[in-house]
């Protein structure tokens, strides 16, 4: 589950204050609340379209999709208030938060996925993904989660996208079958 980051107007975050590391929040752990009243800019080429997910530095989640996810019994997920800044006109918004996906799971199905190694890989981890299989047997039951070689990656399990697609509510998100998902 990812931004569509192709549609005309879409946001992207211009950075973070000094005091978080976008590092720390993928790692999907528990992170201490951020400042009240965080404000985060908006890049400048940002447009006025408005989409459910505003990833990249920091992934946010739009208010509709927070309630979607809670009503759906999706507990592993802290979510923070803020408000996000439009540096061209200086006006604010709120109505998205900072989601903390809890959880970083190792469920790769090495067997069913197509990897591949470049010879001067060392580590057993470095690889490029160029279709994802999930071994399910390894989630947890877990409705969504980060995938642990890459937590930038966002997995949500098939009753979340059935959900979705039935809704259609999603604005802007891109659900990829992880077969389908290729770092290239």
Request: charged share 30%.
């Amino acid at each position: 589950m990812i931004q569509d980051t192709l549609i005309d107007g879409a946001r992207s975050l211009d950075g973070v204050p000094d005091s978080m590391d976008p590092l720390e929040w993928i790692q999907g752990k528990i992170m201490p609340a951020p400042a009240e009243n965080l404000v985060l800019d908006l890049s400048l080429e940002s447009g006025d379209y408005r989409g459910h997910i505003i990833d990249g530095f920091l992934t946010l989640y739009h208010r509709q999709l927070k309630e979607a996810l809670t009503h759906l019994g999706v507990d592993n997920i802290a979510y923070f208030p803020v408000r996000i800044r439009d540096q061209n006109t200086d006006s604010t918004e709120d109505g998205y938060f900072l989601a903390n996906i809890i959880g970083r799971i190792d469920c790769i199905d090495m067997e069913k996925s197509k990897i591949k190694r470049s010879p001067s890989d060392i580590d057993e981890s470095d690889f490029e993904i160029q279709s994802l299989a999930i071994d399910e047997s390894k989630t947890n039951g877990a409705k969504i989660f980060r995938l642990y070689s890459d937590p930038t990656l966002v997995i949500i399990n098939q009753e979340l996208k059935d959900y979705f697609d039935q809704t259609d509510m999603l604005v802007g998100v891109e659900l990829l079958k992880t077969e389908d998902y290729s770092e290239w």
